[in-house]
């Protein structure tokens, strides 16, 4: 996203708004993201997170500097992936899925909050003379709920390793799977490049867009 601020010239205000509001999903949205993962973990018997200090909602626990990084450069990113022992679930494959699907579903539910105060602050916006500050904090809080969803819709692709990847594995052979997970870091650098490239960054945005304009308009039939 980053990018597209230098491409389509906006204002300075704006890129320092949108690099307060990358900053708080670097600092908050993420750990949330990961301790979300640690605490289902944990409820399901696996202990792991906890031993290895990422049932935490400290960031410095769960910062990955390249994933931080494209968070400001493109909007889509990730933290330090959370360990889990899949042996010490009852069912170790649906045991894997729920603690994967954690993390995206607490992206959503964070989008869904941010942009439910960017639509009070616009709803005030309309009764009031607007103010410098309160555009500031309408800005703010729609770049957190955009990136919020789109960290949801990246984690859900079914690539390793990413959190989709985890509960593919629900859904094909374990053999198949397994064959599948031993190419990850090569996956991971195609799907970097197809990001940069903004080949996988269309479709995902628009996947983004649907979901962020059903919240919007959810919100505007009830303030509006």
Do not use: W
Request: charged letters at 10%; proline letters at 5%; hydrophobic letters at 55%.
């Amino acid at each position: 996203m980053l990018f597209n601020f230098f491409r389509n010239g906006l204002d300075f205000e704006s890129l320092i708004i949108y690099l307060f509001s990358m900053a708080f999903v670097v600092f908050c949205t993420l750990p949330i993201h990961e301790y979300a993962h640690a605490l289902v973990a944990t409820k399901l018997g696996d202990q792991t997170p906890r031993l290895q200090g990422r049932l935490t909602l400290n960031p410095m626990a769960h910062i990955s500097p390249l994933g931080a990084l494209m968070i400001f450069l493109v909007g889509f990113g990730y933290a330090k992936p959370v360990g889990v022992n899949p042996r010490n679930f009852k069912d170790a494959k649906k045991g894997m899925a729920v603690v994967a699907l954690a993390g995206p579903v607490s992206n959503l539910i964070m989008g869904f909050i941010a942009e439910f105060f960017a639509m009070v602050c616009l709803r005030f916006s309309v009764n009031a003379n607007e103010s410098f500050l309160l555009t500031a904090v309408y800005l703010f809080f729609n770049y957190a709920a955009i990136v919020n969803i789109q960290l949801a819709v990246f984690n859900f692709l079914p690539i390793p390793p990413l959190d989709g990847s985890r509960i593919l594995q629900l859904l094909i052979p374990s053999k198949y799977y397994f064959k599948f997970m031993q190419y990850e870091r090569y996956i991971i650098i195609v799907v970097f490049v197809l990001l940069f490239t903004n080949i996988l960054t269309v479709p995902l945005s628009y996947l983004t867009n649907l979901i962020f304009n059903l919240f919007r308009a959810l919100f505007r039939l009830i303030l509006f």
